[in-house]
């Protein structure tokens, strides 16, 4: 079971997910849309999510 900030952090890095795969938006843009201040914060939740870098995720 995941604690409520936990579901929200995983709400908004699902996506943030979404916007890499299917628009062409820079990183920093869909990871402020998502509710990240820091890029360098957006990139650390992402890799410990997805096990991979925002950018390797770009389709």
């Known amino acids: 079971s995941l604690s409520p900030m936990r579901f929200y952090l995983h709400l908004r890095l699902s996506r943030a997910k979404r916007l890499i795969a299917q628009t062409e938006l820079p990183i920093i843009e869909i990871a402020v849309a998502c509710g990240f201040v820091s890029a360098s914060h957006f990139s650390?939740?992402?890799?410990?999510?997805?096990?991979a870098n925002p950018s390797t995720c770009r389709g």
Do not use: N
Not at 44 to 51: D, I, T, V
């Open 44 to 51: 650390k939740c992402f890799r410990e999510a997805f096990g």
